[in-house]
């Protein structure tokens, strides 16, 4: 299994490169929150406004995006209108694998995923955080068995947080 700083940096790095508006969410922003859980890719929500969609397909295209598991046979043209018209993406890249989420199930859009956000900086960046309420959300609603393992760790370190806080008042 590779680091989470290898699977993380180039798409992170890419994704700042083209200025495109997201927010970290998934197994990435659990590991960040202190979860032992692992991930072997980035999952961000993205803003889906149409200079976002230009600035995410140009980003993709740099990389030789393909849609994962797709056969090779199909016909796919990576540009902002069928990002318009699709919503959510799992890809394959020449710099990883890159899950990329118009809305993320049980918390909403990219801007119902911003608010509450909390800010890392990874790489020399500052990259938004879904906020640990809405991951625990997020993934309360995805019911899939990774994702009901990782609550209750969230919910200790979300728990952990709230202490903490009341603490420092």
Known sequence: ?????TIIEAPLKLLRRYEVESVIIGGVAATLYGSAQLTNDLD???ARNPAN???LADALQSVHARLR???EDIPF?????TLRRGLNFAFTTDIGTLDLLGEVRGVGYYEDVLVGSVTYELFNYRFPIIDIGKLIIAKRVAGRPKDLIAIPELEAIQERQLMDRSKQA
Do not use: H, K, N
């Open 1 to 5: 299994m590779q680091s989470l700083s």
């Open 44 to 46: 961000v929500c993205y």
């Open 53 to 55: 969609l230009e600035r």
């Open 69 to 71: 598991g797709a056969p």
């Open 77 to 81: 043209i990576l540009d902002a209108e």
